[in-house]
C-alpha cells in the first residue's frame, strides 16, 4: 500500500505498517488545532466552564499512553495476527472506487458490534470506561482512551473483514478514518444538524446521547460514522433532554493509572471474590451494572453513584425496529 519513499514507516512499523495509528498520530496537529477552535467558539458563548485544565490534560495524557500502546501493540502481535488472517483469506476483494464504500460500511458495521461489547461485557468494558468517565464534553474528550484497548482483544471484531479479503492495510485504514471522523462529534459547539443528517450519520447532538448516563441515554448511539445500524439493532435514542455526561458509577480522579485501571483491578477483585466459581467468572462476560448474589461490587477508588442502573437490554432485528422516519 505504501511508495517506495515511504519506507521510513516500515522501518518504524515493520513490514505490517499499523495504518490506523499513522493516520491518527498524522491527525494530531489538526484535533489539537480544532480543539483551540473550539474552545474559542465555547468562550465567546459563555461556556467555557466545559474546558476544565485537569480535565484536558487527563484526556490529552490518556490519547498519548492509548497511541503508543496501540503501536507497540501492533509491533508485537497484532500486525503479525491480521497477516496470518489475511494468507487464509476466503477471497480477494480489490480495492478501487467501486468497492471502497462497500468495504469502509463493512468496517463500520465491525465498528458498532465492538462498541456495543464494549459497553454490554465487563472484559471490554474495562477498557472503554476511560471513554466515558469524563464529566464534560469537547473534543479532548475523544482522545479520553485506554491503555487497555490495545491488550483486551478488541481486534478481533475487524478481522472478518481480513478473512473475507480485504487487505489489513485496508481495514485498518477505513477504521482510522471512522475513528478521526468521530474526534468532531464530541462537542457541544454544535446543535442538531438537518434531520436527513441525524438519521443517517452519527452527529454531535446523536453522539452526547451516547455519552451521557442519563437512563433512557445508557447503552444507545454506538456509531461510529453512521447511525443507521443503530436505528436497525433498537438501540438509538434521540437528544430530547439535557446530558449528564460520566458513568453511574463515577470515579473521582483525575490520575492517569487511575483513569486506565480502576475498572480493570475491580473486575479482577469481584471475580477473586469468595463465591461459587460458575458465578465468579460470569463477571468477564456478563454486563458492567450485572450482580451476583450475596456479593457487593468491588471499588477500589472513591466513587460517587450518580443515577440509576442501566435498563435491560433488548435486541431487535430491523424488521421490528419501529420506523424513526420523521423522528430524527
Same mark, same amino acid.
Given at each position: 500500500?505504501?511508495?517506495?519513499?515511504?519506507?521510513?514507516?516500515?522501518?518504524?512499523?515493520?513490514?505490517? @505498517?499499523?495504518?490506523?495509528?499513522?493516520?491518527?498520530?498524522?491527525?494530531?496537529?489538526?484535533?489539537?488545532?480544532?480543539?483551540?477552535?473550539?474552545? /474559542?467558539?465555547?468562550?465567546?458563548?459563555?461556556?467555557?466552564?466545559?474546558?476544565?485544565?485537569?480535565?484536558? @490534560?487527563? +484526556?490529552?495524557?490518556?490519547?498519548?499512553?492509548?497511541?503508543?500502546?496501540?503501536?507497540?501493540?501492533?509491533?508485537?502481535? +497484532?500486525?503479525?495476527?491480521?497477516?496470518?488472517?489475511?494468507?487464509?483469506?476466503?477471497?480477494?476483494?480489490?480495492?478501487?472506487?467501486?468497492?471502497?464504500?462497500?468495504?469502509?460500511?463493512?468496517?463500520?458495521?465491525?465498528?458498532?458490534?465492538?462498541?456495543?461489547?464494549?459497553?454490554?461485557?465487563?472484559?471490554?468494558?474495562?477498557?472503554?470506561?476511560?471513554?466515558?468517565?469524563?464529566?464534560?464534553?469537547?473534543?479532548?474528550?475523544?482522545?479520553?482512551?485506554?491503555?487497555?484497548?490495545?491488550?483486551?482483544?478488541?481486534?478481533?471484531?475487524?478481522?472478518?473483514?481480513?478473512?473475507? /479479503?480485504?487487505?489489513?492495510?485496508?481495514?485498518?485504514?477505513?477504521?482510522?478514518?471512522?475513528?478521526?471522523?468521530?474526534?468532531?462529534?464530541?462537542?457541544?459547539?454544535? /446543535? !442538531?444538524?438537518?434531520?436527513?443528517?441525524?438519521?443517517?450519520? +452519527?452527529?454531535?447532538?446523536?453522539?452526547?446521547?451516547?455519552?451521557?448516563?442519563?437512563?433512557?441515554?445508557?447503552?444507545?448511539?454506538?456509531? /461510529?460514522?453512521?447511525?443507521?445500524?443503530?436505528?436497525?439493532?433498537?438501540?438509538?435514542?434521540?437528544?430530547?433532554?439535557?446530558?449528564?455526561?460520566?458513568?453511574?458509577?463515577?470515579?473521582?480522579?483525575?490520575?492517569?493509572?487511575?483513569? +486506565?485501571?480502576?475498572?480493570?483491578?475491580?473486575?479482577?477483585?469481584?471475580?477473586?471474590?469468595?463465591?461459587?466459581?460458575?458465578?465468579?467468572?460470569?463477571?468477564?462476560?456478563?454486563?458492567?451494572?450485572?450482580?451476583?448474589?450475596?456479593?457487593?461490587?468491588?471499588?477500589?477508588?472513591?466513587?460517587?453513584?450518580?443515577?440509576?442502573? !442501566?435498563?435491560?437490554?433488548?435486541?431487535?432485528?430491523?424488521?421490528?425496529?419501529?420506523?424513526?422516519?420523521?423522528?430524527?
Amino acid at each position: 500500500m505504501a511508495p517506495d519513499n515511504w519506507q521510513w514507516l516500515h522501518s518504524l512499523f515493520g513490514s505490517d @505498517v499499523d495504518w490506523k495509528q499513522v493516520f491518527l498520530i498524522g491527525m494530531t496537529p489538526i484535533f489539537l488545532i480544532a480543539l483551540v477552535l473550539e474552545f /474559542g467558539v465555547q468562550k465567546k458563548r459563555g461556556r467555557g466552564d466545559q474546558f476544565p485544565l485537569k480535565e484536558i @490534560v487527563a +484526556n490529552l495524557s490518556l490519547g498519548a499512553g492509548y497511541q503508543i500502546a496501540e503501536a507497540l501493540m501492533w509491533l508485537a502481535i +497484532n500486525g503479525a495476527i491480521f497477516a496470518w488472517v489475511y494468507q487464509h483469506r476466503l477471497f480477494d476483494i480489490p480495492v478501487n472506487g467501486w468497492t471502497i464504500l462497500p468495504i469502509f460500511v463493512l468496517v463500520e458495521f465491525c465498528y458498532y458490534w465492538f462498541h456495543r461489547s464494549s459497553h454490554r461485557i465487563r472484559w471490554f468494558w474495562a477498557a472503554h470506561v476511560p471513554h466515558h468517565s469524563g464529566e464534560v464534553m469537547n473534543f479532548s474528550t475523544a482522545m479520553r482512551q485506554s491503555l487497555l484497548n490495545a491488550f483486551v482483544g478488541i481486534y478481533v471484531f475487524y478481522l472478518p473483514p481480513v478473512v473475507l /479479503g480485504v487487505p489489513p492495510a485496508v481495514v485498518m485504514f477505513c477504521l482510522a478514518v471512522d475513528l478521526a471522523y468521530q474526534y468532531f462529534v464530541h462537542t457541544e459547539s454544535v /446543535g !442538531r444538524l438537518p434531520a436527513w443528517c441525524e438519521y443517517i450519520f +452519527n452527529t454531535p447532538s446523536n453522539h452526547r446521547v451516547h455519552h451521557g448516563r442519563n437512563a433512557r441515554y445508557i447503552d444507545k448511539n454506538y456509531g /461510529g460514522v453512521l447511525i443507521i445500524f443503530d436505528r436497525w439493532f433498537g438501540t438509538w435514542e434521540a437528544e430530547t433532554e439535557a446530558v449528564d455526561y460520566g458513568i453511574p458509577s463515577q470515579i473521582k480522579s483525575y490520575n492517569f493509572l487511575v483513569l +486506565n485501571l480502576h475498572e480493570f483491578v475491580d473486575l479482577w477483585r469481584d471475580v477473586l471474590a469468595p463465591g461459587p466459581l460458575a458465578q465468579r467468572l460470569k463477571h468477564f462476560w456478563m454486563p458492567p451494572d450485572w450482580r451476583r448474589d450475596q456479593h457487593a461490587p468491588v471499588h477500589t477508588w472513591t466513587v460517587e453513584e450518580k443515577t440509576s442502573p !442501566r435498563p435491560a437490554e433488548s435486541v431487535q432485528t430491523p424488521a421490528a425496529v419501529p420506523s424513526t422516519a420523521g423522528r430524527a
